[in-house]
Every structure is written in structure tokens, then in C-alpha cells.
């Protein structure tokens, strides 16, 4: 720490130690620059007297991964909204007469999984899980998928059924073609785990146009013209973090 008494200022201090600036600006990048997933904002609300659930996750047990992010979407479609903060020390969740209670689970996706049980044994809850089961279904599943797109290979425009045709362990070793193709690759390179929400490394073709793309393309030239291709057919399980906003 230095002082002005000490007879050194902030730009003096700046022109002793450079280098030591710089460490502490590279510092402060990779600090704050560090790519955490936020839950998606949820807004369902059941229909009737009745408004929705809440659990309220601990910020501390939250680890930004896809898997969390699937449940809590998954618990959005039967009115359960999922909230984080960092004024409760354990899962809480209320229900619609105000009551409520901790869960017990010792990970964040085993709280999720708990809520969405207890949700389902609930007498409204079994009709909410029973009428939203398609939802949360694609909610649970939507995490690891293949661009329905044909990708660039040697050349030629191949789809992810491609891959698995023949020398499989082969393509789906490349990065590329597994980024495009997570779940299909997923038994030879764990693809799910690495790509899951991330943007395919592969050039696709446009359905429609016919044209060539990237999912960089797709991010380009502001916000509206993004979500006017995220729109487009294939493109945004094709471009899943670039979509994500989105969808």
C-alpha cells in the first residue's frame, strides 16, 4: 500500500511497476471473465387462484453447469420457479399456501430432482406434472443434442448420421465433428460433457438459403439480426451458445 505521505502517487506507482500493473490487469480478466451460467429467468404461473412454487437455491451450492439449468426449467414447467440468493444457507422451498421447508438433497441438481418429486407427489402436482410432461421432458433433454444441420467434411455436406456410419470412434474423435454432433459421439468421446451447450466448431449449410455458415456468422452484426437466425431452422441446436439467450 502506498500513501500520498509517502510521497508517492498513483501514476508514480504506475510508471515503478509496470509489470506489477499488468499482473493485476490479467488477474482481474480471468477473475471476472470466467463464463458462469445464470438460471433462466422462469415466468409460468398456473393457471387459476393458485401462482406458482418457489425454491430458493443457496448461491453458494450453485455451479452454473447445464445440468442445473435443464432441472430448473424442467421445475418451471409445473410452476415451480427456481431462485438463487445468498441469504439462505439450505434449499427452501415454498409452496402456494406459503408453507415451506428445506430439502435435503447434498448437491444443487439433487435439490433439483428433489423439488421436482415432491412436486409430483403434491394433489395439484401430480395434475401439473401429468399435463406438462412433454415440457419437461424437452426441458431435461434439450441439454445434449445434435445439429439437425449438415456439416462441412472433406468437402462435402454431411449429417451427424454420418458420423456414425462407419469408422465411428474415428470422426467422432475429431473435436469438430463431435461439437456438432454431441450425442451421437457421446458413447466414443464423452462429447456431451465438453459441448453440451457450446457452439458447433463446424461450418453448416442454411436450410433454406442453401448458403454456407458459421455459428460466429451467426453471432455477428447485433442482437436483432442474432436472434432472426437463431430463428431459423437447426440453428440454434446448431449454435446452442450463441442462441441461448434466444430460445
Known amino acids: 500500500h502506498f500513501s500520498h505521505s509517502e510521497g508517492i502517487t498513483t501514476?508514480?506507482?504506475m510508471t515503478l511497476f509496470p509489470s506489477l500493473t499488468f499482473s493485476l490487469a490479467i488477474i482481474a480478466f480471468f477473475c471476472c471473465s470466467s463464463?458462469?451460467?445464470s438460471l433462466a429467468s422462469c415466468d409460468s404461473d398456473?393457471?387459476?387462484s393458485e401462482s406458482?412454487?418457489?425454491?430458493?437455491?443457496?448461491?453458494?451450492?450453485?455451479?452454473?453447469?447445464?445440468?442445473?439449468?435443464?432441472w430448473a426449467k424442467a421445475l418451471c414447467c409445473v410452476y415451480t420457479h427456481v431462485t438463487?440468493?445468498?441469504s439462505v444457507s439450505s434449499p427452501l422451498f415454498e409452496l402456494y399456501d406459503g408453507s415451506s421447508y428445506d430439502l435435503t438433497g447434498d448437491t444443487s441438481v439433487e435439490v433439483l430432482k428433489e423439488a421436482m418429486d415432491e412436486t409430483c407427489d403434491m394433489y395439484m402436482g401430480k395434475e401439473d406434472c401429468a399435463n406438462k410432461a412433454e415440457c419437461v421432458n424437452n426441458a431435461l433433454n434439450s441439454g445434449c443434442v445434435d445439429s439437425p444441420l449438415a456439416m462441412l467434411i472433406n468437402g462435402k455436406m454431411r449429417v451427424c448420421a454420418f458420423a456414425k456410419l462407419k469408422y465411428w470412434s474415428k470422426r467422432c474423435g475429431r473435436r469438430s465433428i463431435a461439437s456438432h454432433?454431441?450425442?451421437t459421439c457421446d458413447y466414443i468421446s464423452s462429447s456431451c460433457n465438453e459441448f453440451m451447450g457450446q457452439d458447433s466448431k463446424k461450418r453448416f449449410k442454411m436450410t433454406v438459403s442453401g448458403f454456407e455458415k458459421s455459428c460466429k456468422w451467426?453471432?455477428?452484426?447485433g442482437v436483432e439480426k442474432t436472434k432472426k437466425r437463431c430463428a431459423?431452422?437447426?440453428?440454434?441446436?446448431?449454435?446452442?451458445?450463441?442462441?441461448?439467450?434466444?430460445?
Open 232 to 247: 431459423k431452422y437447426g440453428v440454434a441446436t446448431t449454435c446452442r451458445k450463441t442462441c441461448r439467450e434466444y430460445i
Open 11 to 13: 501514476a508514480t506507482t
Open 52 to 70: 406458482h412454487r418457489t425454491l430458493t437455491m443457496p448461491a453458494s451450492m450453485m455451479t452454473g453447469s447445464y445440468e442445473e439449468e435443464s
Open 218 to 221: 451467426v453471432g455477428r452484426n
Open 181 to 183: 454432433c454431441p450425442k
Open 46 to 48: 398456473r393457471p387459476g
Open 84 to 86: 438463487e440468493s445468498s
Open 35 to 37: 463464463h458462469v451460467l
